[in-house]
T-cell receptor, first 113, second 109 residues
Framework: SAVISQKPSRDICQRGTSLTIQCQVD?????MFWYRQQPGQSLTLIAT?????????ESGFVIDKFPISRPNLTFSTLTVSNMSPEDSSIYLC??????????FGPGTRLTVL | SQQGEEDPQALSIQEGENATMNCSYK?????LQWYRQNSGRGLVHLIL?????REKHSGRLRVTLDTSKKSSSLLITASRAADTASYFC?????????FGTGTSLTVIP
């Protein structure tokens, strides 16, 4: 299975600022996913990022708020822009392998004051 | 929403007992997967069961799938304190994954 790392592991940010989260995979993958997990909740898919194309956003998430880059087959970034306390969550990246299984990074715990 | 529902929401058992958690979903699926999440961490893939399978084992884990009832169960036998975590089911349909609401399991030493 893929080994996935995320940076930072956690951060505390001020309202109105932006944070970029990095996701690095140890192998080339076509599809990468970004999820948000609010406290005590399940995972909500933000967007799917395929290399060489624009990210596909789920309902309720927009590119201006969550811009995503996917410069190559092993790396992606998610930016949380103009943050508010409601953005406090764990942000998780994942990759699909074998056509049917997702593997997750360790997550980034974001607190917005 | 196609998100799965899990029950119970929370489960507390003594070490050595078995833990059973259930997942129900709404649409046809390619497969169903179970994940574990330790507090504030990423998800760890536990087991995958395909839509044409009814039961699968992996170590102390036993998963069943009933596609007619659109439900699955995860059984953890001989539980350990280290099994304390949240457990999520995820259905795979087309190229979409939908995660359930999760069961928080506490195993008391």
């Amino acid at each position: 299975s893929a080994v996935i790392s995320q940076k930072p592991s956690r951060d505390i940010c001020q309202r109105g600022t932006s944070l970029t989260i990095q996701c690095q995979v140890d192998s080339q993958v076509t599809m990468m996913f970004w999820y948000r997990q609010q406290p005590g909740q399940s995972l909500t898919l933000i967007a799917t990022a395929n290399q060489g194309s624009e990210a596909t956003y789920e309902s309720g998430f927009v590119i201006d708020k969550f811009p995503i880059s996917r410069p190559n087959l092993t790396f992606s970034t998610l930016t949380v822009s103009n943050m508010s306390p409601e953005d406090s969550s764990i942000y998780l990246c994942s990759v699909e392998q074998g056509g049917d299984t997702q593997y997750f990074g360790p997550g980034t715990r974001l607190t917005v004051l | 929403s196609q998100q799965g529902e899990e029950d119970p929401q929370a489960l507390s058992i003594q070490e050595g007992e078995n833990a059973t958690m259930n997942c129900s979903y709404k649409t046809s699926i390619n497969n169903l997967q179970w994940y574990r999440q330790n507090s504030g961490r990423g998800l760890v893939h536990l087991i995958l069961i395909r839509s044409n399978e009814r039961e699968k084992h992996s170590g102390r884990l036993r998963v069943t799938l009933d596609t007619s009832k659109k439900s699955s169960s995860l059984l953890i036998t001989a539980s350990r304190a280290a099994d304390t975590a949240s457990y999520f089911c995820a259905t795979h349909t087309g190229n979409q994954f939908y995660f359930g609401t999760g069961t928080s399991l506490t195993v008391i030493p």
